[in-house]
């Protein structure tokens, strides 16, 4: 997939290779924003932004990383900065502020304990809070998440296994 | 196997997109401890709880129409990359030429030093120009 991009690039054809990117990765670059921005909303703002952004530097594309590694640094970086200047306006009021993730599913039966995990997430570190989160929203790849977050995926796995643990834990308090 | 291993295990396949059976001592020892018993259990209930619970809503359909034009707006103009280039090898042509003319020397030394001043500077250019862009990818 990346070598398609990478051949596109290389011959100069910018606009094939950003719309192959585009099919490729929307999809996976808007589930990353959403675990960082917890909004549907703001999660697709952040992904135009992080396209557009991918646009403006393609031309600089010297192949030396995968275009994907290259799009995931853009788009951590601006999910990052997004955060923080939303960190900066903090006067937002109370019903203002966005619905979590995992409470954003339909409720059901078993709405009540939908609510209990989404509590028991909140508890949790937030690196294990989003290591989880994204797991479980790239369809459960660790090396997704891995390259990612631009952690080791034995790293993921470790913060996989003590969020389970702890998980198990707050439930069985 | 003892029960942290077998507990391991049971996190490992966890951790696969497809997790596959239980290898042969894993059910061994599965089947006298109660403890891995209740820990499986356990586990694989929270798995099947969070795969419910996070979930990811798709895309809305006017995302790309919306990017598109976001996109038309801000075109990247192929000057503005040659443009660095240029600016230099006419700055170069203007120095020699200021040399050639202000400088009591031959017209020979004075416009082989002009290109090579225009050589090296181009390459300690180029190697500013390539760590800043690097610094500003990582900046994002």
Known sequence: MDEDVQSLLQKHRRRQAFERLLDLYEVKVFRMALMFMRDRGRAEEVTQDIFLKLWQVLPAYDGRAAPSTWLYTIARNTCLSALRSEARRKTLPLDSIPEPVAAEATGGSDALSRIELERCLERLPEVQRDVITLFYLQDKSVEEVARMLDLPESTVKSHLHRARLALAAMIKE | ?140
């Not at chain 2, 696969?16 to 061994?28: K, M, S, W």
């Not at chain 2, 798709?58 to 075109?75: D, G």
């Not at chain 2, 203007?94 to 050589?119: D, I």
Request: aromatic share 6%.
């Open chain 2, 1 to 140: 196997m003892d029960c942290r291993e077998a507990q391991e295990q049971i996190l490992e396949s966890l951790a696969e997109t497809r997790p596959g059976a239980n290898t042969p001592d894993l059910e061994a020892h599965m089947a006298g401890c109660k403890a891995c018993r209740s820990f499986s259990e356990t586990q694989f209930m929270l798995d099947l709880q969070l795969r419910a619970a996070i979930s990811a809503p798709p895309l809305s359909a006017a995302f790309r129409a919306s990017l598109a034009k976001r996109l038309r707006r801000e075109p990247v103009s192929v000057w503005h990359d040659i443009l660095p280039d240029v600016a230099h090898v006419a700055g170069c042509v203007c120095a020699t030429a200021l040399c050639l003319l202000t400088l009591p020397f031959a017209a020979g030394p004075v416009v082989l030093a002009g290109l090579a001043f225009t050589v090296v500077t181009y390459f300690v250019q180029a190697v500013l120009q390539g760590s800043l862009e690097a610094w500003e990818e990582d900046r994002g």
